[in-house]
Nanobody, 127 residues
Framework: QVQLVESGGGLVQAGGSLRLACAAS????????VAWFRQAPGKERAFVAA????????YYADSVKGRFTISRDNAKNTVYLQMTSLKPEDTAAYYC????????????????????WGQGTQVTVSS
């Protein structure tokens, strides 16, 4: 399985921006569907965004559509989550995930569809 390490989290004021990165090793990310999930204290892990393995098709949760962008740099074997217009309700631990076989939105939005996970990075948005 590919190993994933997230970075880029931090404290930001509402309306600000952050870019999260997820660096992979032990595998080539272009061969995987990749996704970002987030988990706030006391809540279940929730889908944020996904990038299909082929074709560059992206998927977003309604709560982040138009504000967040998922992308992949194959040369760096890294996936990014650009977050803009951040809101206090975006505060959570953010996790990247990858899977070689996950396909379709029904899979992408479900944490159980992904075999490889990073350790998470904390994003805190102050009001």
């Amino acid at each position: 399985q590919v190993q994933l390490v997230e970075s880029g989290g931090g404290l930001v004021q509402a309306g600000g921006s952050l870019r999260l990165a997820c660096a992979a090793s032990g595998g080539t990310l272009s061969n995987y569907a990749v996704a970002w999930f987030r988990q706030a204290p006391g809540k279940e892990r929730a889908f944020v965004a996904a990038l299909r393995r082929t074709g560059g098709i992206t998927y977003y949760a309604d709560s982040v559509k138009g504000r967040f962008t998922i992308s992949r740099d194959n040369a760096k074997n890294t996936v990014y989550l650009q977050m803009t217009s951040l809101k206090p309700e975006d505060t959570a631990a953010y996790y990247c995930a990858a899977d070689a076989f996950c396909s379709g939105y029904g899979c992408y939005e479900n944490p159980s569809g992904f075999a490889s996970w990073g350790q998470g990075t904390q994003v805190t948005v102050s009001s």
